[in-house]
């Protein structure tokens, strides 16, 4: 993710965790206080809100002069929310970004909300985004949650990016979401050591009655393919209708315009499969330039993909 993207996403965070503040601390506050107290438009508290609603904020909006938004009587216990979890969440989801943009504010923010949760959950981690996401992945990961919580044995069909499909017994500890993809950090009892899981590559979920004893342990995010695989800056020109998907992709070099319609940039990507996939999403608005080694590698993959799909 883009150090603009992380940016981002930790000044949303920061607003909705206020927001909600602001919320339990007033009956009701309208829109338009609130965007001129984070300096942002309307439209964009509007989608704030949708956006704790979708994660289960049980906001209400009142009509009027007097008209705004606020939360449930039943939900606010000392001004705070009654959940222990939805703190939580919030909680773990401003810290993982707190690795990348640290500063004072946030490391308040986070503060304030460890206060309200009891020392029992210390180690329950659970990264969220307020987006909706499949319902199938939404079923797996509540099982996943409720695992987490009772600390119980799960068993997963599991295949992985070779397409070799396993089963495994795994002690659910973290699940998260980063780019745009779930993720569960789990101890497997077959391998004797820590694993992260892909929750779209998970065929099947179960539940097993097997309880376990929570193991010290330091998470490590392994989820970045290029992790593995030598990495290559590649020249390319862009059409400027694919601006904002190559800034919102991966790391790139200065965009310098080459004419009216086209930027020329350089992208550090690994010569493999995960490499080619990101460049294919560009269809014909890139152009690589070099190296030729890579071009070659990038057109011979194309090329199998054609001849897989010919009648």
């Known amino acids: ?3 603009i993207n992380i940016f981002r996403k930790k000044m949303k965070i920061e607003r909705l965790i206020n927001i909600i503040m602001l919320l339990l601390e007033n009956d009701t506050i309208s829109a338009n206080s609130l965007a001129q107290r ?3 438009s309307k439209r964009t508290i509007l989608r704030d809100i949708d956006s704790l609603i979708l994660a289960h904020i049980p906001i209400y909006t009142t009509r009027g002069p007097k008209g705004g938004f606020g939360i449930m009587d039943s939900y606010k216990f000392n001004k705070r929310l009654l959940t222990e979890f939805d703190i ?6 401003l810290s993982g970004l707190s690795e990348f943009t640290a500063d004072k ?8 909300l460890k206060s309200l949760l009891p020392n029992k959950m210390d180690n329950l981690k659970t990264l969220i985004d307020f987006e909706e996401i499949h319902e199938a992945l939404s079923a797996a990961k509540k099982l996943i949650f409720f695992a987490i919580q009772h600390s119980k044995t799960i068993e997963i069909s599991y295949i992985d990016q070779n397409g070799q499909q396993t089963e495994r017994k795994v002690e659910p500890y973290q699940l998260y979401y980063k780019n ?4 569960l950090y ?3 009892l077959d391998k004797g050591d820590f694993r992260t899981f892909k929750l779209s590559r998970i065929t099947s979920i ?9 193991k010290s342990f330091k998470f490590t995010d392994n989820t970045n393919p290029n992790l593995n695989f030598s990495l290559s800056k590649i020249e390319v020109i862009v059409h400027k209708k694919s601006r904002d998907k190559l800034i919102e992709g991966v790391e790139t070099g200065e965009l310098l315009e080459v004419d009216k319609n086209h930027y020329q940039t350089t992208l550090v990507l690994p010569d493999h499969e995960f490499g080619y996939q990101y460049l294919a999403n560009f269809g014909t608005t890139l152009k690589i330039i070099g190296p030729d080694f890579y071009l070659k590698n990038y057109v ?3 090329e199998k993909i054609i001849s897989i799909n010919k009648k």
């Open 105 to 112: 504010e946030t490391a308040l923010t986070i503060d304030k």
């Open 88 to 93: 939580q969440n919030i909680l773990i989801a």
């Open 206 to 214: 179960s539940l097993l009655e097997k309880e376990f004893e929570q």
């Open 180 to 183: 745009t993809s779930w993720y």
């Open 300 to 302: 011979e993959w194309l």
């Open 38 to 40: 984070f300096s942002v």
């Open 1 to 3: 993710m883009s150090s």
């Open 186 to 188: 789990s101890y497997s």
